[in-house]
């Protein structure tokens, strides 16, 4: 057998497909660079479900010039320097992966401007390897405008069937962009959907309030927030961290539905887990919940909003590509506890629903 290297063109290519994997990941990278950058407006317009174009404009604080050659190569970032800085990490992107993935399945644009630039702002196009093809000067306010067209251009599968599924694939990806714009306060972010014959619909406006309430308010509506309950309290853990005793604190915040109050039967979309305000796939914890809150109410499950402050020494993000995925440590023992509090919450609660459906 000969074995040969990959080349690193076909490298880049090979796992570009594994960060941006479909329209959802794409617009929702493009966003946590819009938050990493200090934006507080952000607008992102899908037309034709993203299958023509997606664009995230933002008002955060623009890119540099000096940074313009090196923005779409792979792993370059302003976010992190050494491997130890992700043990300590504030950010939402570290890897400085998506933009580059992003130029080798789509068309890049991007338009920004700095402060300093003002009111000059530049257009940038890039080439499928990141390489900075044209720069042209043009008019902005502070701020990034990034353009991606023409997704999946090279992976037909992936194009295919994002053609035959535009309109459950753009779901998908408002309903990820939701949970940003649920955990965000203080972010005035609009989705937006143009379609082939330039009608637009507004999918999602938040009003940048400071106020979570408002934020579940602006998502989920009136009649969404019936039931919810504000829920905020801290859970104290004894553990071992690198062979010491130490004090593992988590502060619970968010909302949670009063045990009379659920989203139906078997509904569990309205579950949202945050880590120090990162949106992340928590399903153990979301399935302990559920099952404390069916011992209370088996008709119905809860809507969840539930964010967990903790040192971010406990954390482990980079797991998946989509860092979605996350590892906690002491996840059991975090579990029990969140357990055990939640169903000292339902006890105290009124239980309007009739007994008789109860039992
Ligand atoms: P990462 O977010 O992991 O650093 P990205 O490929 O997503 O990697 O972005 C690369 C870099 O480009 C970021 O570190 C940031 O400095 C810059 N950048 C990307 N998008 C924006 C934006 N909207 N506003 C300001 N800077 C941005
Ligand atoms: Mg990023």
């Known amino acids: 057998m000969t074995l040969t290297q990959i080349g690193t063109a076909d490298v880049h290519n090979i796992t570009s497909g594994q960060v941006i994997i479909d329209i959802s990941t794409a617009s929702k990278e493009l966003l946590e660079n819009s938050l990493d950058a200090g934006a507080t407006q952000v607008t992102i317009t899908f037309k034709n479900h993203g299958i023509d174009s997606i664009e995230v404009s933002d008002n955060g604080t623009g890119i540099d010039e000096e940074d313009f050659d090196s923005l779409c190569m792979k792993h370059y970032t302003s976010k992190l320097r050494t491997f130890e800085d992700v043990a300590n990490l504030r950010t939402l992107g570290f890897r400085g992966e998506a933009l580059s993935s992003l130029c080798a399945v789509a068309t890049v644009d991007i338009t920004t401007s700095t402060k300093t630039m003002q009111p000059r702002a530049y257009k940038l196009e890039y080439d499928q390897r990141g390489n900075l093809k044209s720069k042209k000067t043009a008019s902005r306010s502070c701020g990034t405008t990034v353009l991606i067209s023409d997704i999946f251009r090279n992976l037909p599968v992936r194009k295919t069937d994002l053609i035959k599924n535009g309109r459950r694939e753009f779901q998908k990806a408002v309903t990820l962009l939701q949970s940003y714009a649920l955990i965000k ?175």
């Not at 099952?291 to 998946?320: A, G, M, R, S």
């Not at 029990?336 to 939640?342: G, I, N, P, T």
């Open 185 to 359: 306060v203080g972010l005035r972010l609009v989705v937006q959907h143009v379609d082939s014959r330039g009608r637009k619909t507004i999918m999602l406006a938040t009003s940048g309030s400071k106020q979570l309430r408002s934020n579940v308010l602006s998502v989920f509506g009136a009649n969404g927030m019936a039931g919810l309950e504000p829920i905020d309290f801290q859970l104290n853990i004894s553990a071992r961290f690198r062979l010491k005793a130490c004090d593992m604190s988590l502060s619970v915040r968010g909302f949670l539905s009063n045990c009379s109050f659920g989203k139906g039967r078997s509904a569990t979309d309205r579950q949202f887990w945050y880590v120090n305000g990162r949106p992340v796939k928590l399903q153990q914890f979301s399935k302990a919940i559920t099952d404390v809150y069916k011992t209370f109410n088996h008709l119905q499950c809860p809507v969840i909003l539930l964010n967990l402050e903790l040192d971010p020494q406990f954390i482990d993000v980079n797991v998946t590509p989509d860092k979605r995925t996350i590892f906690l440590h002491n996840e059991a023992v975090i579990i029990e506890a969140l357990k055990e509090r939640v169903a000292e919450i339902f006890s105290g609660q009124d239980i309007s629903i009739p007994k008789s459906q109860l039992t």
